[in-house]
C-alpha cells in the first residue's frame, strides 16, 4: 500500500513540508493550493524537487463550488479549471479533489450536478487528469459519501471518480450500518482516498474537521474498520493523511511527519490481522506484535543535587540498597518500587526531573524491534563496556524508555549493573509503583498517545479536562493489562510552568493512611489540603466516625467510581518531581482526575 500526506497536515514552507514528508518515509503527497500559491518555486521545481526526494504528486485539491450552479457560472469554473488542468500538467499530478459545493448560488439538483461534472471530466480528460468528487460533511446539498457516490454513477464519466475521506464519513455517522453503502462502489471509482481521525467532540462539523482532526489511532473514530471495508471495495490507490490541525500547523514539520507516517504503519497493522494482503510494505508485515509492559521496573530521576531526593525517599520509606558500578546512580526500593537516582551530566542540564523509566517488558528485544520499525528513535544499548546491553528508546517527549527483563534469566538484567551496599532496612508499606503522571510539552499529546498505543500496547482512555488555576490541563491516561502500567499523559501547561510541568510516580500503599502517618513521622511533609474540601466531602459522601478527621488531618484526597475507592495525598514537590501516596480499593480505575483542581491549587499556594 502506497502512502501519502497531504501538505496541508504539515508546518512550514512547501519545501519543508517536502522533505518532511520523503525523510518520515511517504511514498506521495496531495499538494494543497496555498501551499503552491505561496511558494516561490516553479510547478516545474516543485515537480522535480518532489521527485528527487522520491515522492508523487498524488493529488492536487481543492477545487470548490464546482457543481450544481447556473451555466453561466459554470463557465466560469471551465475557464478556473483548464487553468489548473494546465498547472497539473507542469506538476505532474493527474488527479485533482473537487470537494462538494457549499455555495449559495448551488442548486439542490442530483442531475445538474451529475451533467456539470461530467462536462468537467470531460475537459479533465482531455489534460490526461481523473476528478475525484468528495462530499465535505457540511456541503450544502451533498455531504454525504453515499450521495457523492450517487452524483458520480449517473455521470457516468471514465475520468469522474469519488474521493472518500474518513473525517467526513465518520463524523457524520460511525453507525456501520450507515457505511454498508461502501461497498455498493466499485474500487475503480474511488479515485482517492483520504484518512483522519478526531476526537469524538460534539461541535459544528466544519470547525471541527478544520481543527481538531488528527492522525489515525490519535482520536475516537475507527478508521482501521473503515479502510477495512474501503479495501474490500478493490481501492488500490494510496492511504492518504489529510489532517487540518492547530496544533500540527505550528509544530516542527519533521516530527509531525514521523508521527503520521507511525499511524499509517500502526494502521496497516492492523488490517494486515483483519486479513488485507500489506504487498511489499517492508517492516509492517514483520513487525513482531505488540506485548504491552507489564510493570514499571523503575523510574529514574536525574537531578543536580541528590540531598533533597534522597531526603524524600528516605521519609517516604525507601532504603538506598545499591549503586550503579560505574556511574552516579543510586538505587532505592521500598516494596516492590525502585526509584534510580541520577547525580550525572543530564541532571546539571535539567534539574531536578523524571527521566527516564523501566519497563518491565515480556521480550525487551522484540518491543526495541518493534519501536524501531514504529520510527522510534532507538537508544545506544550499552552505556559503558561493562554495562548490561540494555534495550532503550526515546518517547516523544524525550523520556528514555529501557526495556527491561529483571532478574529474568538468560536476559540482559540492568540489576546486574548495581552493586549492593550496607543499608538500614526499607519501611513496610508495601509500595508499588502504582502510576506515573509524564506531562508532555504541548506539541506532543496526541503523538505521546499513539506512540504508547501502537509502540507499546498501551491502551489508550479517555479524555479529561483538568482545571488549574492558571490554565486548563486535559490528561489522558494509557494503560497495559491488569493495570500493571499506568500512564495519565498530560497537557495544556505554558512552557515555563514549573507546577503544572511537574511529573509524578504514584506510590499504591496497602494501606495509605498508614503510610502517610509514618511519612509525615519520619518528617516528610504532606500537601496540605483547604478546609473547604473536606466540607465538601461531607456534604458528597458519608464516612464512618472520625474518618474524615483522618482525612482531613494528613491532607488524603478520596474519590470513588462504580468500582470503588481511591485514597490519595502528595508530597512537596522537589524541582520537577513530587510522590503521590495512594490507596486503590475495590477496583477503581482512575486517578483521582476530580480532586486534581484542588491539588494542583494547593500545590500553586506551597511555591
Ligand atoms: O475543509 C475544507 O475545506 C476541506 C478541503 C478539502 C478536503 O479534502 C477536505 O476534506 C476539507
Ligand atoms: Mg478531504
Redesign the pocket.
Known amino acids: 500500500m502506497r502512502t501519502s500526506i497531504?501538505t496541508v497536515s504539515l508546518s512550514g514552507s512547501l519545501t519543508e513540508k517536502l522533505t518532511a514528508a520523503a525523510r518520515a518515509g511517504f511514498d506521495g503527497v496531495e499538494i494543497f493550493e496555498n501551499d503552491l500559491l505561496a511558494s516561490p518555486l516553479a510547478p516545474e521545481e516543485i515537480r522535480a524537487r518532489c521527485a528527487d526526494l522520491g515522492l508523487s504528486i498524488d493529488l492536487y485539491?481543492?477545487m470548490?463550488d464546482v457543481e450544481a450552479v447556473p451555466e453561466d457560472e459554470f463557465a466560469r469554473t471551465l475557464r478556473r479549471a483548464r487553468h489548473k488542468f494546465e498547472l497539473m500538467g507542469r506538476l505532474g499530478a493527474d488527479t485533482v479533489?473537487v470537494?462538494s459545493s457549499v455555495s449559495p448560488l448551488a442548486e439542490d439538483d442530483d442531475a445538474l450536478a451529475a451533467e456539470q461534472l461530467a462536462r468537467l471530466a470531460d475537459l479533465a480528460g482531455d489534460f490526461g487528469v481523473r476528478v475525484a468528487y468528495?462530499a465535505?460533511a457540511w456541503g450544502r446539498h451533498v455531504s454525504t459519501y453515499d450521495h457523492a457516490w450517487h452524483i458520480v454513477e449517473t455521470a457516468g464519466h471514465p475520468a469522474l471518480g469519488t474521493?472518500l475521506?474518513s473525517?467526513?464519513i465518520l463524523s457524520r455517522s460511525s453507525d456501520p450500518k450507515d457505511l454498508k453503502g461502501i461497498a455498493d462502489i466499485p474500487g475503480e471509482k474511488i479515485f482517492f482516498l483520504?484518512l483522519a481521525d478526531a476526537p469524538l467532540l460534539g461541535m459544528d462539523v466544519?470547525q471541527w474537521?478544520?481543527h481538531h482532526r488528527c492522525f489515525p489511532g490519535q482520536g475516537g473514530f475507527d478508521v482501521t474498520g473503515l479502510v477495512h471495508r474501503i479495501l474490500h471495495t478493490g481501492y488500490s490507490g494510496p492511504l492518504s493523511l489529510?489532517v487540518?490541525n492547530d496544533v500540527f500547523r505550528q509544530a516542527e514539520a519533521g516530527p509531525t511527519a514521523v508521527d503520521a507516517r507511525r499511524s499509517l504503519l500502526v494502521l496497516q497493522e492492523e488490517l494486515g490481522r483483519l486479513g488485507h494482503e500489506l504487498g511489499e510494505e517492508q517492516g509492517v508485515a514483520a513487525l513482531p506484535a505488540p506485548a504491552a509492559p507489564t510493570a514499571v521496573a523503575f523510574a529514574e530521576l536525574v537531578t543536580p543535587d541528590a540531598e533533597p531526593v534522597s531526603a524524600l525517599l528516605g521519609a517516604l520509606g525507601f532504603a538506598r540498597t545499591a549503586r550503579h558500578r560505574g556511574k552516579p546512580v543510586e538505587l532505592w526500593e521500598q516494596g516492590e518500587a525502585r526509584v534510580l537516582v541520577n547525580t550525572g551530566p543530564a541532571a546539571r542540564r535539567d534539574g531536578t526531573t523524571l527521566a527516564a523509566l523501566g519497563l518491565e517488558c515480556p521480550d525487551p528485544a522484540a518491543t526495541a524491534r518493534r519501536a524501531e520499525a514504529l520510527l522510534a528513535p532507538v537508544l545506544p544499548r550499552r552505556r559503558a563496556a561493562e554495562d548490561a546491553p540494555l534495550d532503550a528508546v526515546a518517547a516523544p517527549d524525550g523520556t528514555e524508555l529501557f526495556l527491561c527483563a529483571t532478574n529474568r534469566p538468560g536476559l540482559p538484567n540492568w540489576r546486574a549493573d548495581f552493586e549492593d551496599v550496607p543499608h538500614t532496612p526499607a519501611a513496610a508499606d508495601g509500595l508499588r509503583i502504582d502510576h506515573v503522571a509524564l506531562t508532555q510539552p504541548w506539541h506532543h499529546f496526541d503523538e505521546a498517545v499513539l506512540f504508547h498505543r501502537g509502540v507499546l500496547g498501551l491502551e489508550p482512555r479517555e479524555s479529561v479536562d483538568v482545571p488549574d488555576p492558571y490554565g486548563l490541563l486535559r490528561s489522558r491516561a494509557v494503560t497495559g493489562p491488569g493495570g500493571g502500567v499506568r500512564f495519565p499523559l498530560t497537557v495544556g501547561a505554558a512552557p515555563g510552568d514549573d507546577t503544572a510541568q511537574a511529573r509524578h510516580i504514584a506510590l499504591a500503599a496497602d494501606d495509605v493512611v498508614a503510610a502517610a502517618r509514618r511519612f509525615t513521622a519520619a518528617g516528610g511533609r504532606l500537601l496540605p489540603i483547604p478546609a473547604n474540601y473536606y466540607d465538601d466531602l461531607a456534604a458528597r459522601f458519608e464516612f464512618a466516625d472520625g474518618e474524615l478527621e483522618t482525612y482531613r488531618a494528613l491532607g488524603i484526597l478520596y474519590d470513588r467510581d462504580t468500582h470503588g475507592v481511591f485514597r490519595h495525598c502528595y508530597t512537596h514537590t522537589v524541582g520537577r518531581v513530587f510522590f503521590e501516596l495512594v490507596q486503590r480499593d475495590g477496583g477503581y480505575q482512575g486517578y483521582g482526575a476530580a480532586n486534581a483542581p484542588v491539588r494542583l491549587a494547593a500545590q500553586r499556594a506551597q511555591r
Open positions: 497531504a485539491q481543492p470548490r479533489l470537494c468528495e465535505l474521493c475521506d473525517f467526513h483520504q466544519l474537521s478544520r489529510e487540518f
